[in-house]
């Protein structure tokens, strides 16, 4: 099938619900065939993903690079606060306060850390996300994303951590 063709079906599924992309096989088996693409070559030390759409591809990227996969949960959901790293807050696409969190120890000093992820819209989760990796010593050294509804200026700030996309969609 044409690549255009499979953008076309992957986004109108999205219309539907975000949850709808896995459940066409050939679709969810290009994105994830090309959200590991830019990333065969450089070093990377695991793969993150961030609760809960991410969860979608992380896993499933991390397992065909063979690579360890750590999630990046929404804030509060780890009981034992002890365990956690706290990102700093930020407002998501619908406007809500939120933050992100890490268990101790899941990355360490001086990693070369794969982000992947589902859409990034206005890139405040993107940047919280590089915020809490690089405050557990690591280092984002790709980031790779189905949708990107970024404006200019913000894909251009997120280059510098080797960002590719798959689907460009205008807001």
Do not use: D, M, Q, W
């Given at each position: 099938m044409a690549q255009n063709k499979l953008h076309?079906?992957?986004?109108?599924?999205?219309?539907?619900?975000?949850y709808l992309v896995p459940s066409d096989s050939e679709s969810y088996q290009y994105i994830v065939k090309r959200l590991i693409q830019p990333f065969k070559k450089p070093r990377i030390d695991k793969v993150i993903s961030t609760d809960m759409n991410g969860l979608l591809y992380g896993p499933i990227v991390a397992n065909k690079?063979?690579?360890?996969?750590?999630?990046?949960?929404?804030?509060?959901?780890?009981?034992n606060r002890n365990l956690v790293i706290e990102g700093k807050k930020f407002t998501d696409h619908s406007g809500r306060k939120k933050y992100f969190e890490i268990m101790k120890g899941a990355i360490k000093?001086?990693?070369r850390i794969l982000y992947i992820d589902d859409w990034v819209e206005t890139g405040n989760?993107?940047?919280?996300?590089i915020d809490l990796v690089e405050k557990?010593?690591?280092?984002?050294?790709?980031i790779s994303i189905m949708i990107n509804q970024l404006g200019a200026k913000d894909e251009r700030h997120f280059q510098k951590h080797n960002f590719?996309?798959?689907i460009k969609k205008p807001k």
């Open positions: 076309k079906r992957i986004l109108a599924n999205l219309e539907k619900s975000i690079l063979r690579k360890p996969f750590v999630p990046i949960l929404k804030g509060g959901k780890i009981n000093n001086g990693e989760s993107a940047r919280t996300v557990c010593g690591g280092r984002i050294i790709g590719h996309y798959i």
